[in-house]
């Protein structure tokens, strides 16, 4: 596989784009290394191989726009800039965590920073995601600014009828939303083809008048192109965009490991074909000797969160029971 686009020759942006790649897979293949120690006692869906979509898709949005995701958070919680000490302490479920370390991996949060906090029910967070466009909306119509939220979902989150009752409310009320699908063909193991009579997810979205882009080939250049068309169209009041990106989870679908040899599930050219294809590596090698200053960067931003995670306390018996709620 190779990349179709242009590459840029602005080595700001290649440099930006690299570090948070590079964050997000250095960030991960941290928690590969602690998990079996039960550090970190959550489940982890790590998104591994799939940096590319994150960190292109965030960098077309504003600091005061939004980002909501699924379980697989890490990647948008740090390409959108959200707190990495908290993420980690939350990770390592101590009380300096996002959620002050009641809840792990899959429920990461920053709202300052734009993060909407993610949920372990498959598709729950659309919904959710159109509810904050709709007060976007209407805080632009009294002056305020513009804004945008991105609502992140794997595909298999588009077959919850929520999806489609999101699409449709979106649609209807013009909302500032872009929906984006990170594609990578499974929902667990289960491909796509073995889920849906018809797989052409774009041709489903059409039906509801919403316009929609395509990005076949994981290039962090394309990604963050079709974001920032789809980002503008919603902001200036076209309604709600769709961008459906191709990418491949190298790793298991929970957990730290890969799942390789689990059966006949993945198809292993594939699998090189995606490695090969590999936006880091890319990137790396397009920065050349400039490439060393943000891998620097990048670890100290590591082990800064992962001292800060260490350093703080456990949550106190007596908080057990704050922040729940009974009907
Ligand atoms: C409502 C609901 N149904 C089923 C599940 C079990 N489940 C967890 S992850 C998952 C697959 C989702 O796949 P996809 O949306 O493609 O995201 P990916 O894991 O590939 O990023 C399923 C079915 C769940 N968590 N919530």
Redesign the pocket.
């Known amino acids: 596989m190779s990349a179709t686009h242009t590459p840029p020759t602005d080595n700001v942006l290649i440099s930006r784009l690299y570090h948070s790649m590079l964050l997000i897979r250095r960030v991960e293949e941290h928690i590969c290394d602690v998990y079996t120690s039960d550090a970190i006692k959550s489940p982890v869906?790590l998104s591994i191989g799939q940096e590319s979509i994150a960190s292109g898709l965030c960098d077309a949005l504003k600091s005061d726009d939004m980002v909501s995701n699924?379980?697989?958070c890490h990647a948008t919680h740090i390409a959108k800039g959200g707190d990495l000490n908290q993420m980690m302490a939350e990770l390592y479920g101590k009380s300096g965590g996002c959620a002050r370390g009641k809840a792990g991996s899959m429920h990461l949060i920053d709202m300052p920073k734009g993060v909407m906090g993610a949920s372990?029910?498959?598709?729950?967070t659309i919904p959710v995601a159109a509810g904050f466009a709709q007060a976007m909306k209407w805080d632009a119509m009294n002056g305020g600014s513009k804004r945008v939220i991105m609502a992140i979902?794997?595909?298999?989150?588009?077959e919850?009828g929520c999806y489609a009752e999101t699409l449709n409310y979106a649609a209807l009320k013009k909302l500032p939303m872009v929906f984006v699908v990170?594609?990578?063909g499974?929902?667990?193991h289960t491909p796509i083809h073995r889920r849906q009579p018809n797989w052409n997810l774009r041709a489903r979205i059409e039906t509801y008048g919403i316009p929609t882009q395509h990005v076949a080939d994981g290039d962090v250049f394309a990604v963050r192109d079709a974001a920032i068309k789809a980002v503008e169209a919603a902001r200036s009041g076209q309604g709600p965009q769709f961008i459906e990106c191709a990418t491949y989870?190298w790793m298991e679908?929970?957990g730290p490991t890969d799942d390789h040899d689990h059966g006949p599930y993945r198809d292993h050219a594939e699998y090189a074909k995606w490695k090969e294809n590999d936006q880091i590596a890319r990137l790396e090698k397009m920065l050349g000797d400039k490439a060393a200053d943000v891998k620097a960067k990048v670890e100290a931003e590591l082990k800064a969160s992962i001292e800060f995670a260490l350093a703080s306390p456990y949550p106190d018996n007596s908080e057990l029971y704050d922040y729940t709620y009974a009907a």
Do not use: Q
Request: proline share 0%; net charge negative; charged share 20%.
């Open positions: 869906h699924t379980y697989r372990a029910v498959v598709g729950t979902c794997g595909d298999g989150a588009t919850e990170e594609n990578n499974f929902a667990i989870r679908h929970v």
